[in-house]
């Protein structure tokens, strides 16, 4: 049973520079992803895919595999993160003969994920009936979108019925995403991580203190702080 953790790491960042490589609380970043992945122990293969030979080389120095660098066409900002997968499995298949049954996509812009996070997601794959599952966390039920005018369309209307969150269903969102796991063949047939239209994917709920994705320099901040603090605020939270 072949299970291949995937660590996209494309060079380029505009928001915040160098974010794969960036220095977070003494290591770089991508340090984090890759020692979760190997100490889960629930991969044979792990592989970070980047177009960076700098990230490459320090991927490299931290056990992870990098057999080769993403062309720049699936590198840019407007590049999809499916194509970028598809090319690599193929690759992968072509010259490895490598075909795993589960493919688990780790970003590294999360964190204070947990392996405890991966092994949810897994064992939630571990049900044959189960196609992919990604990790989520709790949000408002109502979501909108800004007229021209910045005046608030309400998208998901039926939440409308009443201004009380307990009166509506709860709202989730995909957390960064800390964790996607998808079976490599269900993969294939969506060239998606989630099965958005579909209902084929299931949610694993993370607390919201911790689904912190690194997309601007404010969420650095805060990551870092959560992240040295980690160990008390689960403790207080215990309290609760």
């Not at 915040?16 to 340090?31: A, D, H, S, V």
């Not at 595999?65 to 992968?92: M, N, Q």
């Not at 999360?110 to 092994?119: A, G, H, T, V």
């Not at 239209?197 to 690194?214: E, I, N, Y």
Request: hydrophobic residues 40%; glycine residues 4%; positive net charge.
């Amino acid at each position: 049973m072949k299970n291949l953790a995937i660590i996209p790491a494309r060079g380029g960042s505009s928001r915040i520079p160098n974010k794969n490589i960036r220095i977070f609380n003494g290591k770089p970043l991508i340090y984090y992803t890759i020692k979760q992945a190997q100490q889960s122990k629930l991969f044979d293969k792990v592989v970070v895919d980047t177009n960076s030979p700098e990230i490459a080389k320090i991927a490299k120095k931290y056990g992870a595999e990098v057999p080769f660098l993403r062309p720049e066409y699936l590198a840019t900002s407007k590049a999809k993160i499916g194509d970028a997968i598809e090319y690599l499995l193929k690759r992968l298949k072509r010259e490895q003969k490598y075909i795993p049954r589960i493919i688990t996509v780790l970003q590294t812009t999360s964190p204070l994920r947990e392996i405890q996070d991966i092994k949810a997601c897994y064992k939630v794959m571990s049900n044959p009936k189960i196609k992919s599952a990604s990790t989520i966390c709790e949000t408002s039920p109502w979501f909108f979108h800004l007229s021209k005018e910045n005046k608030l369309i309400l998208v998901n209307k039926k939440a409308a019925k009443s201004s009380n969150t307990q009166e509506v269903k709860k709202g989730y969102l995909l957390n960064g995403c800390m964790v996607f796991m998808i079976k490599t063949s269900f993969f294939m047939k969506i060239k998606q991580l989630t099965d958005m239209a579909g209902g084929q994917t299931v949610g694993v709920l993370c607390p919201r203190w911790r689904s912190v994705d690194l997309d601007y320099p404010e969420d650095w901040v805060l990551a870092e702080l959560l992240y040295r603090n980690k160990n008390k605020i689960s403790e207080k939270l215990k309290k609760f």
